[in-house]
Structure formats: C-alpha cells, structure tokens
C-alpha cells in the first residue's frame, strides 16, 4: 500500500508543485570570491523592516568588510537610494577610502541612478548577486542574522529602542573571533591587538620614558605595522584555506543532473506569492 501511494503521490501534478523546492540541493560546483586587501570589498544589505522607533527608523543598512569582517551600520527611516549614497559615503569612503568593490543584492535602491552615478564618480565597481541567489552576499546576511540576535537580547523587550543599541551590538560583533581568519576584526585593524574591555587590567602604552624617546616611539610603531601586515596574511590564507574546504565539502554534495532536449522538468517559480505553487 505504501509504494501505491508513494507511486501516485510522484504522478500527483499539484503535489509535486507544492512541494519543497529543494533549495538545500546543489547541482553546481562552488565558485569561491577572491580575497582582496583589507577594505578592498564591502558588501552591502539591509535588515529588513523593523518596529518603528521614536526617532523614524525602521531600517538597518549594514556593510561589511570581506576581508577583516569589520561589520558597519547605521539606523535609516527609508531604504532609499539616497540612503545608500549617503551611507557609503559617510560610513565607508570616508573612513575606509574608496574600496576597489562593493557587492549588493538586485534591489531597486541599489540598483537607483542615485547609487550609480556616485559609484561611477569615485570609480567603485559595484557588482551584484546573482538573481533569486542571496548566498553571494552570505557575508552580509550572517552579520545581519548576528546584529539582529544581539539587538533582541539587548533591547530586553523594548522592541522599539533597537535602534539605541545599533553601536553596542557593533561593538560585540567587531571584538568576536571569527572561525575564518582566526581573529576578532578589531585585531585585524587595529595593528594586531584587542581592544581593552571594561574590568581589564590596562597598562599604559608608553612609559614616560620611553614615550619621550622618538627613535624608541619609531621603531616600536615599524614594528606594529610589521606585524599587522603579517597578521593579515595569516589572516587572508586562512580564509583561502577555510574557503577551499567548504567548496569541497559543498562540491561532494552535489547531485548532477542531466537532461536530454524533449525531457519534461519543472520550473520553479522563484517569484512566487504567499500560497502559490512552487
């Protein structure tokens, strides 16, 4: 009895277009991003709408950098395009310089005029996702996940003051190890050490002494720089490597398909509406 209900079910035209989608199947190899220099590419997202708060916002646009993971954001009322220039300006060229890449999804603020004639004018290569393929910004959509799982613990119920705790949660996520280079971002950018937390013992940087010894000031800061740029070597091949097993993990999985022309196969409707078939 069971194989003639598995039987009709595979005939069944409505179950097989209600059925999961199957989005958890691969049936291509994994193209890895290459790794740039620290604030070489940011990638670019926003949290969707969120409990309206006293001053406006509803809005989180969130960036970060693919190499040092350093995460940004900022509260906005609008996701507009004016926002987006306004953002990248402020939050990322003028504190980072102009990157060499900034990678988005396909949305319509993104996608505005505004958006590219600024990127044509400081000469930034703003490339986009793949259609209905968010995993090219996974980057950004973990922070958001991140940012979004702090903001709840830190609001304590108070849904409506997220936007108050947007720096704290920043904060958190930027002194966090990560798994793919090995370090916290503020590491990364901040010459190789972590920033002094509340109830840390700190020792001042320089004794009298030595901070009146220019030559001593010198060469201990060639030394920092140094080892920074050592830090983020060791950094961006670890990423390569940790890169390189998940394409061969994610790449085992894969199940080939292959068609003949005249074979029947379903569509998907990626764009599809509350109850609609799949």
Sequence with gaps: MRSNIQGWLSTCKECQLASSSGKNKHHAPMVSLDIPPAFGRWHLDFVSELPLTPQGNRWLLTAVDYTTNWPIAGAVPEATAEAVADFIYEEIVMRFGCPQEILTDRGANFMSNVVKLYMHRVKVNH????????????????????????????????IFMWDKFVDTALFAARVRHH???????????????????????TRPYFDKLTANDPRTVAEHTARKLESLGQVRAASAHRMKMVSESDKERRDAAIEKLEFEVGDHVLLRNEQKYGLEYN
């Design 127 to 158: 490339k986009f996702t793949s259609a209905f393929h968010p995993r090219t910004n996974g980057k950004c959509e973990r922070l958001n996940g991140i940012l979004k799982a702090m903001l709840r613990k830190y609001v304590n119920g108070a």
């Design 179 to 201: 798994c793919s280079t090995g370090y916290s971002p503020f590491y990364l950018v901040y010459d190789g050490r972590e920033p002094p937390l509340p109830g840390d013992y």
